[in-house]
């Protein structure tokens, strides 16, 4: 069987294992996500502590919420909630059969032991795909607009409450000490959120993807490792920026910040962001939202340049924001190197990128920054006479030329270009125009 090659430069193709390994898509019949019930867990009576063979219940006033308890029974595993589409409010019980509730959530292991989707679920049992911007949303939990977890909660897992569209504010107890991934994805009206004393961990990027009102987010003095600073999640010294509340339409990075972490600024309503002048590290995708059109630098920055559509490294020439106007990129003289490291923001989807003669570098999966991979309509120029170097390119397996495009290069340097792409098995790939 011919080998299968990962392409940066044009539609990806999926491997052989992937299509023959009947993925399920998580829906039913109607349309609607599909719901799961109690898991079937025969196969296995424990997981990592818990008692997985005998489930316990709690009947709530609106819902029924259904529990493993630890193989010690003293604490409680809620991981399943029964609503219908007249509950409106889900208030979790602090103990069940005497045991103190510290766990809420569906977890991934619980998935594998039943042969389950790649995928999670939300507490109402609703596969959640992100990648596919599916929240978890149920008719029945159309109408929950509150939301109270147990006091003694210590560990809310990942899509635990994604897809609860009319919930406006949540509380998380203090004892959570860890936020990941699309937690609250898809809560829709959520305003005020409450982050835990013992946070010490955070999802940044997904964790409240979907959340447009989100615009009020407090956490207590005494937390060890964040702070909030005027809708920003700072690390405790206030030295990095690690994400901001997506209602804020601009971002100020304070002075006191220096790096800013992968996926900070990716997702949100920011249209415009500023930064300071100790900035000089910013993360991959740190900055790529898709509505910010304005990136501008302080004047006191000595270590970042902008030109024209291009933030970049001033000593290495690195390229590190684009922002796209109309859909376009012009990468300018003062960029020599162009890593996958990257932001771009304004777009999803460029039409062109122009990149200057100046470029001498490509380094890694360069092409990621402008989702070479999924968008296959930007065409791309290269203004330089001699191709640019290719960098940390030991993946045999991978394409780091753009393909399955329209790839511009100088007429008079058009053997150059063909030759460099037939020295990374690429030339079959595309078909090299001239300017």
Known sequence: MMR??????????????????GLSMGFSNNGQPAIVKAADTKSQSTLAGWNIGKEVTYKGSEATYHAYLSEDGKNAWIYL????????????PDAVEGAVVTRVGYDTALCKLEDADEFNQNISGVTVEYAHGVDGWSEKTINVESVVLPKNLTILESTALSGLRKVKSITIPDGVQKISAETFYGCKSLKEV?????????????????????????????????????????????????????????????DSVTSIADNALKAGKATSVYLGKKVKIIGKDAIAGKKITKVSISKKNKRLGKQGQCIYEKKSGKLLIAVAKKNVVKIGNKVKLISEDASLCGSRQLKKLDIGASVKTLQGAWGEFYRAGYVTTTKVYFRSKNPPKLTQNNDKNYCYLPIFRDVYVPKASLKKYKKWYKKNDALQFVKLKTF
Do not use: H
């Open 4 to 21: 299968n090659k990962r392409i940066l430069g044009g539609a990806l193709l999926l491997s052989m294992s992937l299509l023959g390994g």
């Open 194 to 254: 409450q982050l835990p004393k013992s946070l010490a961990s955070f999802d940044n990027y997904t964790s409240f993807s979907a959340c447009p009102k989100l615009s009020k987010v407090t956490l207590s003095k005494e937390n060890k490792s964040f702070k909030m600073q005027k809708g920003l999640l700072l690390n405790k010294k206030g030295t990095k920026l690690i994400w901001a509340v997506p209602a804020k339409n601009k971002i100020t990075v304070p």
């Open 81 to 92: 909630v029964e609503t219908t589409n007249k509950t409106k409010s889900l208030k979790f």
